[in-house]
């Protein structure tokens, strides 16, 4: 079955990089996501990663995939108090459109 | 682009009685899903249409919960009755289908049952 977990919670300083990790239970993931969720608002797609590749950066924002492990993070370069927010990590299945979520981390930046 | 509208913002009914959502999804996007997210959980998927097809229902509480998307474009849920427990926010989102295409969602629609 489909299964994608998080950890709870993460507190950075301002400044620092701030690193978010997913793991998942399907090997026929092929897409997985990450999306941020800010108080009172719906969910924001930050980036994604085909299940073939490794590494995907995108301005301050790295994935790295780890295929063997099932394990994928993101990391925030220079995190800002803006970036404070709820992050999901999700799957797609091959074939299928529907995501399936992790609880998600909520991230605390600190000024 | 509009992105996924939904209304209302938020909602307050007390237990037995109805409540409609309503989603209109990005223009051009087939796909639409209902969304249902608890208190510190991530969303957890109620319904998916292709178009004015629910093509996986199989979340959906069907003895209360049921939803609609008559011309293929906007969607409403309804909940007949509302118990407590439905107190949750629920999300809308649309995609292009394809496995590759990421879903956009709306703000959604908290509602609180007491």
């Known amino acids: 079955g489909e299964d994608v977990e998080q950890s709870l919670f993460l507190s950075v300083r301002e400044g620092d990089s701030s690193v978010i990790n997913c793991t998942y239970t399907d090997s026929s993931s092929t897409y997985l996501y990450w999306y941020k969720q800010e108080p009172g608002a719906g969910l924001q797609l930050l980036t994604y990663i085909f299940s073939n590749m490794d590494m995907k950066q995108d301005q301050r924002l790295t994935v790295l995939l780890n295929k063997k492990d099932k394990h994928l993070s993101l990391r925030i370069a220079d995190t800002q108090t803006g970036d404070s927010a709820i992050y999901f990590c999700a799957e797609s299945l091959s074939g299928y459109s529907t995501l399936t979520f992790g609880k998600g981390t909520m991230l605390l930046v600190s000024p | 682009e509009a992105g996924v509208v939904q209304s209302p913002r938020y909602k307050i009914i007390e237990k037995k009685q109805p409540v409609a959502f309503w989603c209109n999804p990005i223009?051009?996007?087939?796909?639409l899903y209902w969304y249902l997210q608890n208190l510190g959980q991530g969303p957890e998927l109620l319904i998916r249409?292709?178009?004015?097809?629910?093509?996986?229902d199989s979340q959906l509480p069907k003895d209360r919960f049921s939803a609609e998307r008559l011309k293929g474009v906007d969607s409403t849920l309804k909940i007949q009755p509302a118990e407590l427990g439905d107190s949750a926010v629920y999300l809308c989102?649309?995609?292009?289908?394809?496995?590759?295409?990421?879903?956009?969602f709306g703000n959604g629609t908290r509602l609180t049952v007491t």
């Open positions: 223009s051009g996007h087939n796909t």
């Open positions: 249409y292709e178009n004015e097809e629910a093509v996986d």
């Open positions: 989102a649309s995609s292009t289908g394809t496995s590759n295409s990421p879903l956009h």
